[in-house]
């Protein structure tokens, strides 16, 4: 499972011209599953996001997670983290999980992140999307397992 973290101060997501979802001050996930992810990684790596610290606090210290800043979530399936650029000039997603098994990895991945209280929004799992954000900072990481 990977996931690219970009913290903002807001994004939206569209489909077909039509605003789906919007978050202001949190962090947009890109989201992807390999071929042997399971629901033990999704688990983990909710946690791992939720209790991150990576606000700032009056200091100007990165000491503050999503919750203690009320943040939010745009989680965004993106199996395109799986790109095989190794060979050639086309990407291979071979090692991308099917999508079937992904969508219910996806699915119970956010239901993780919203256990937690906080606001998720989503876009649809396969759909056409565009993305607009603000980085803050910019503050860019990368989680897998």
Same mark, same amino acid.
């Given at each position: 499972?990977k996931v690219v973290?970009?913290?903002?101060? &807001?994004?939206q997501?569209?489909?077909d011209?039509?605003?789906h979802a919007?978050i202001g001050r949190?962090?947009v996930l890109?989201?992807g599953?390999?071929?042997a $992810?399971?629901?033990?990684n @999704? $688990?983990?790596? #909710?946690?791992k996001i939720?209790?991150?610290r990576?606000f700032?606090d009056?200091?100007g210290?990165?000491?503050? #997670?999503? @919750?203690d800043?009320?943040?939010?979530?745009?989680s965004v399936?993106q199996f395109t983290?799986?790109?095989?650029?190794?060979?050639?000039?086309?990407?291979?997603f071979?090692e991308?999980?099917n999508?079937e098994?992904?969508?219910k990895l996806? $699915?119970y991945?956010?239901?993780?992140? #919203? @256990?937690?209280?906080?606001?998720v &929004?989503t876009?649809?799992f396969?759909?056409d999307m &565009?993305v &607009?954000?603000?980085? $803050?900072g910019?503050?860019?990481i990368?989680?897998?397992n």
């Amino acid at each position: 499972m990977k996931v690219v973290l970009q913290r903002v101060t &807001q994004a939206q997501l569209s489909i077909d011209q039509q605003v789906h979802a919007q978050i202001g001050r949190g962090v947009v996930l890109l989201v992807g599953f390999g071929q042997a $992810d399971q629901p033990a990684n @999704a $688990d983990y790596l #909710a946690a791992k996001i939720v209790k991150s610290r990576i606000f700032e606090d009056s200091q100007g210290k990165t000491n503050l #997670a999503l @919750a203690d800043v009320q943040g939010e979530i745009l989680s965004v399936s993106q199996f395109t983290l799986y790109a095989n650029t190794k060979k050639g000039n086309r990407p291979s997603f071979v090692e991308a999980l099917n999508p079937e098994a992904a969508q219910k990895l996806y $699915d119970y991945f956010n239901q993780r992140l #919203a @256990a937690s209280g906080l606001k998720v &929004q989503t876009g649809i799992f396969g759909a056409d999307m &565009q993305v &607009q954000l603000t980085n $803050d900072g910019p503050m860019t990481i990368i989680y897998e397992n």
